[in-house]
């Protein structure tokens, strides 16, 4: 799939500068789109053939609108924090009377792709019916988190954001869960195979699919019964495990930081010392000094 700046020949009119960042989750394109402006904007989304819900994040300037022709005004009147859900086939217009800065997150997908790796059935009507301009602060929040790891090489964002984009999908279309899912934790076999599968792994990327095709559960059937099991998600059990792999590391040899951080699946020390940090309440090297001392 090409991103808008691949099929924008020259940026619209306004438009000073443009930047996108990709990542691809659960057979889901997520695109994070960042605009600099400066007056009256109005330009082709350029996603006419793929599915997509194209989710506002910040908006510095007047309001923006979806359209579905260029000169048409939208008929639907502004609503803070708003989508668009447009399905293959379908044109759709960004407008904007004043814009300063614009961030958006378009994901696009096919249904019947992300249909079968997340081994649930969407409504056909509802996949075909547009939604022009709604709200949904659920939604927005989880396309939100997604835009802020686009770009993290951590291992841990893949289970991660194959959770966010499993829990998207779903939301927007209406799946609903399975009875009695939600507090039926992992069968001891289950949980066991999944345990040493991570522990092998670590601290490798790993896909959110994988884990549920190993105990033959869709991926939301997966995530609701593995929280109950465990207590956490999938995401944040392998980043825990990670961190107490680092501490073995930290008591055990005289590893450097850096070589604790690259040995753990961590960008560098600094990415390591910060949520080591965060998890624990304490830097890597003032962890070590007092269990050392």
């Given at each position: 799939?090409?991103t808008?700046?691949?099929?924008?020949?020259?940026?619209?009119?306004?438009?000073?500068?443009?930047?996108?960042?990709?990542?691809?989750?659960?057979g889901?394109?997520?695109?994070?789109?960042?605009?600099?402006?400066?007056?009256r904007?109005?330009?082709?989304?350029?996603?006419?053939?793929?599915?997509?819900?194209?989710v506002?994040?910040?908006?510095?300037?007047?309001?923006?609108?979806?359209?579905?022709?260029?000169?048409?005004?939208?008929?639907?009147?502004?609503?803070p924090?708003?989508?668009?859900?447009?399905?293959?086939?379908?044109?759709?217009?960004?407008?904007?009377?004043?814009?300063?800065?614009?961030?958006?997150?378009?994901?696009?997908?096919?249904?019947?792709?992300?249909?079968?790796?997340?081994?649930?059935?969407?409504?056909?009507?509802?996949?075909?019916?547009?939604?022009?301009?709604?709200?949904?602060?659920?939604?927005?929040?989880?396309?939100?988190?997604?835009?802020?790891?686009?770009?993290?090489?951590?291992?841990?964002?893949?289970?991660?954001?194959?959770?966010?984009?499993?829990?998207?999908?779903?939301?927007?279309?209406?799946?609903?869960?399975?009875?009695?899912?939600?507090?039926?934790?992992?069968?001891?076999?289950?949980?066991?195979?999944?345990?040493?599968?991570?522990?092998?792994?670590?601290?490798?990327?790993?896909?959110?699919?994988?884990?549920?095709?190993?105990?033959?559960l869709?991926?939301?059937?997966?995530?609701?019964?593995?929280?109950?099991?465990?207590?956490?998600?999938?995401?944040?059990?392998?980043?825990?495990?990670?961190?107490?792999?680092?501490?073995?590391?930290?008591?055990?040899?005289?590893?450097?930081?850096?070589?604790?951080?690259?040995?753990?699946?961590?960008?560098?020390?600094?990415h390591?010392?910060?949520?080591?940090?965060?998890?624990?309440?304490?830097?890597?090297?003032?962890?070590?000094?007092?269990?050392?001392?």
């Amino acid at each position: 799939m090409s991103t808008r700046i691949d099929k924008l020949a020259q940026l619209p009119e306004n438009v000073l500068s443009l930047s996108v960042s990709r990542r691809a989750w659960n057979g889901v394109s997520v695109d994070i789109a960042e605009f600099h402006c400066a007056g009256r904007v109005v330009h082709h989304l350029c996603y006419e053939t793929e599915t997509r819900l194209s989710v506002l994040l910040e908006e510095v300037g007047s309001h923006c609108e979806p359209r579905l022709r260029e000169n048409q005004p939208c008929p639907i009147g502004y609503i803070p924090r708003h989508m668009h859900f447009a399905p293959a086939g379908m044109d759709m217009w960004g407008y904007s009377a004043d814009a300063r800065f614009v961030k958006d997150a378009t994901l696009s997908f096919d249904p019947a792709v992300v249909s079968g790796r997340l081994a649930t059935g969407f409504d056909a009507d509802v996949v075909a019916t547009p939604r022009l301009r709604f709200a949904d602060d659920r939604i927005w929040t989880l396309v939100g988190l997604l835009s802020e790891v686009v770009n993290d090489p951590d291992p841990a964002t893949q289970l991660y954001g194959d959770g966010l984009t499993a829990a998207i999908i779903a939301r927007l279309f209406a799946d609903q869960p399975q009875a009695g899912a939600d507090d039926k934790g992992l069968a001891p076999w289950q949980l066991r195979r999944i345990v040493e599968y991570l522990d092998t792994h670590l601290p490798k990327r790993i896909e959110l699919a994988q884990l549920a095709a190993l105990v033959d559960l869709s991926q939301s059937h997966f995530s609701r019964a593995f929280k109950a099991s465990t207590g956490m998600a999938p995401y944040r059990w392998q980043l825990d495990a990670r961190i107490r792999r680092a501490q073995a590391l930290l008591l055990d040899t005289e590893a450097s930081l850096d070589q604790v951080a690259e040995t753990t699946g961590f960008a560098d020390a600094v990415h390591f010392g910060r949520t080591f940090r965060k998890l624990t309440g304490a830097t890597p090297a003032a962890w070590r000094q007092d269990r050392k001392s």
